[in-house]
């Protein structure tokens, strides 16, 4: 147990923060893959809605 909360020390924040200057590549990444996310739903969501036959009133 001591070694695993050495490496989560070691692995933590430095402690010194720098200014953000610009979006990050995590940040665009992040953005990339909920674009793509979304894209994929609604192409489900319309391909299931399509192969809906309308009510057949009486």
């Excluded at 692995?11 to 720098?18: E, K, L, N, P, R």
């Amino acid at each position: 147990m001591p070694a695993l909360a050495i490496l989560s020390v070691q692995s933590g924040h430095s402690g010194v923060v720098h200014p953000r200057t610009g979006p990050e590549m995590s940040d665009i990444a992040l953005f990339g893959f909920a674009a793509i996310g979304v894209w994929l739903v609604r192409r489900a969501l319309r391909k299931r809605f399509a192969k809906t036959k309308p009510r057949e009133k009486d």
